[in-house]
């Protein structure tokens, strides 16, 4: 089993639309966890950290669920820029520092 | 800009053959990891180095090694080729577990 799943999509939306990704991760002893973003051909780059308090980043919303061990992130008025694979991460801080755990992406496509 | 430089930016090597990736980390980052990520994939990790010493691997083959240099840049070696082993390969730099910061990676491709 996997320790990050994640639904591959794709998701397609038009833009303004409001869409919801969600993870779900195996290792209970999982520390962190993250949404990054990685453009076609491009290295994955930090959207934003996730916390149990849930955090919100403008128009993303993302939230942590440590009981049900899952993960989600909230778009709101979606952008054509939007578009992208996005990337849920869990990471543990045992003796790897903080080995990073990548599902397999979400890809979305925002339309006009 | 991304801090994390990866040179070269794309290979193609014969299935076999041994090929060495590098990176060069953000100034002062003293973690280095490498991840693999296949198509349609998430990366998967390698291993990492902490001060210049391996401190953690993934379920790669002993054919894939590492090096950690005094300033902190990284080599990833492979040897004997195989197809699959077409991929983007990532470095990623961190002072501490929570931020890592990625290069554009090497995409490698086996024929």
């Known amino acids: 089993r996997k320790e990050v799943e994640q639904d591959p999509g794709p998701f397609n939306v038009p833009e303004g639309a409001t869409v919801a990704f969600n993870c779900t991760y195996s290792?209970?002893?999982?520390?962190?966890f993250f949404w990054y973003r990685q453009d076609c051909r491009k290295e994955p780059k930090l959207l934003m950290s996730?916390?149990?308090s849930g955090n919100e980043d403008g128009r993303f919303t993302a939230q942590l669920n440590r009981a049900s061990q899952y993960i989600s992130l909230l778009i709101r008025d979606s952008k054509l820029s939007d578009s992208a694979t996005y990337l849920c991460?869990?990471?543990?801080?045992?003796?790897?520092?903080?080995?990073?755990?990548f599902g397999r992406g979400t890809q979305l496509t925002v339309w006009p | 800009e991304t801090g994390v430089t990866q040179s070269p930016t794309h290979l193609i090597k014969t299935r076999g053959q041994q090929v060495t990736l590098r990176c060069s980390s953000q100034?002062?980052?003293?973690?280095v990891s490498w991840y693999q990520q296949a198509l349609g994939q998430g990366p998967q990790f390698i291993f990492q180095?902490?001060?210049?010493?391996?401190?953690g691997r993934g379920n790669f083959p002993p054919r894939f090694s590492g090096l950690q240099f005094p300033n902190y840049s990284s080599e990833l070696n492979v040897n004997a080729l195989e197809l699959d082993d077409s991929a983007l390969y990532l470095c990623?730099?961190?002072?501490?577990?929570?931020?890592?910061?990625f290069g554009s990676g090497t995409r490698l491709t086996v024929v």
């Open positions: 990623a730099s961190s002072l501490g577990p929570d931020g890592y910061t």
């Open positions: 996730v916390y149990s």
């Open positions: 991460v869990s990471a543990d801080r045992g003796s790897t520092l903080g080995r990073l755990y």
């Open positions: 290792n209970s002893a999982s520390q962190s």
């Open positions: 180095y902490y001060r210049e010493e391996e401190n």
């Open positions: 100034s002062g980052h003293n973690t």
